[in-house]
């Protein structure tokens, strides 16, 4: 990125903490909301709320922690384990208390007094909606549709890439044909969803970020097949710009792991559909600039109807 | 609590289930949730809205991860260590990969191969608030309104007690006067509330899990000083009635850790009320039943005007 680019970055970053339309916690990628920030993100939901309903999504919801055995068994913690988050508490007696105590106030590290507990920090709004799935679907599979609050351990000073945020998911589990004209119509959704707020944006090929040397191949793979799309909008740069939409096929992962059959009984296939909400919402302050009231009558009407 | 009594919230844990009013996601505490109860949750937000407004609260929202600092500071880690979820990552090499990925595969404990983060998970949602009032009150204090999901690792099978949850809270800052009313006037707001969706209700001092032998003193002193109110609804047990709302006054506590001042120069004091959402919607199912369309008509008039 270039030098003027994290300059813009890092000068709009300042103006939205002046203003109190995030609020600095001191650690980087974790902000609190004021709310005129938290009205964009429940409008941009409003919108995304109605082509969930047209799909035909059942609502679900999960807490921002799930079973550390999901992390585990869908290899999550194989192919991210550094985006990750453990929780890990102190089990022990007022033997321990006082050491642990006295780390605590000198500042440190304190890992060494506490223990990991059976969960992780949620990474995907999905993750933990596939393992309730075992068994057969019924016939045509099943829509979802859910948010929650998603951690990945990435400190960054860009205000679009939080460690602590929430992604608004679609889920389809069903035959491969099924979830595939799905996820082609949520990405034909998704585009003119965005585009109608005045975002100017790229649909593309994408991958995740698998760790590691032997990650190039899966990413290579990713995008061979083309598995993950992303809808990208040039927040700071044209030449990077950033994804505020995931469109991902998933084949028979979550089905095989969590044994989860179609209604005639074959290995179902999954696709998920993510908007990544605080990616939005800063998308249309830096487009349309850091007052809703001033939005352009068309975003305005569209958001605020 | 008696065999029956917990019979009883065992069979009642079961049907919540099996209708998929909560999901289960195999760690005690942890649930999903279908879209009857995150209905009755939102329904009851809106009932708080309207009390919040009244008391002229900011809206402000933070993630459900704080800084390590916070809880460090306030004395959190000190007085609760046995609840406080530390979040871990990794953040090795590919030299390091190998050796936690046998360990995952194996499903033992990866505590070894991880770091300490920056943040832990919010005890409250109160907690991120604080340090961002540092420096002087304008006249009359501050008022927020805010909602996150909580962690406290106490796993346990009363559905009722999560290890992750919502609390909705209001927090006032300001002189002790100005705090010790508004907190009396909120005791009074949020029986009337719960009252009017018919939920039996005792109000009593109460005090803070303190640990360890040290915390005993901690907890008599709240209770003596009565800086900590509850509203319990009996949902298993007349004897052990659950607490689904509380009313905390903290004294100079975190004016004093934060340096906020008041407008005339003083330490600013604070108080919070909470209510806990998840408890208040089983508070409903299980003394209305599981089916809402089948309410009593003045809660359903009440809830869905």
Chains 1, 2 share one sequence.
Not at 3 to 20: G, I, K, N, P, Q
Not at 36 to 65: K, N, T
């Amino acid at each position: 990125m270039a030098v003027d680019e994290v300059s813009s970055r890092t000068d709009f970053m300042r103006v939205l903490l002046d203003r109190r339309i995030l609020i600095a916690s001191g650690v980087p990628g974790v902000y609190g909301r004021g709310a005129a920030f938290d009205d964009v993100i429940a409008r941009v939901q409003a919108l995304i709320d109605v082509l969930s309903r047209r799909h035909g999504a059942e609502r679900v919801s999960f807490p921002p922690v799930i079973p550390r055995a999901v992390v585990r068994r869908t290899g999550y913690m194989e192919n991210f384990p550094q985006l990750c988050g453990s929780v890990h508490a102190f089990v022990g007696n007022d033997d321990k208390h006082p050491a642990l105590m006295d780390r605590v106030r000198e500042g440190g590290d304190w890992s060494e007094f506490v223990s990991q507990t059976d969960v992780v920090l949620a990474p995907a709004a999905c993750y933990p909606l596939y393992p309730s799935l075992t068994g057969q679907l019924p016939e045509g599979g099943r829509l979802f549709d859910l948010c929650s609050f998603c951690f990945r351990h990435e400190p960054s000073e860009d205000p679009a890439r939080m460690q602590s945020f929430q992604i608004r998911e679609n889920v389809r589990a069903g035959s491969p044909d099924d979830v595939q004209r799905w996820r082609a119509r949520w990405m034909e959704d998704g585009k003119e969803l965005l585009a109608s707020l005045g975002l100017p944006l790229k649909l593309d090929t994408a991958s995740d970020p698998f760790f590691g040397r032997g990650g190039r191949l899966m990413k290579a793979n990713q995008h061979a097949q083309e598995l993950k799309f992303e809808l990208l909008v040039p927040i700071w740069s044209e030449a990077q710009p950033t994804a505020v939409a995931s469109f991902n096929y998933h084949q028979e992962h979550f089905g095989h792991v969590f044994e989860i059959r179609t209604a005639t009984g074959e290995c179902a296939h999954t696709a998920c559909i993510g908007f990544g909400l605080e990616r939005v919402a800063i998308a249309l302050f830096k487009q349309h600039g850091l007052e809703p009231e001033r939005w352009p009558a068309e975003v305005r009407t569209r958001l605020w109807p």
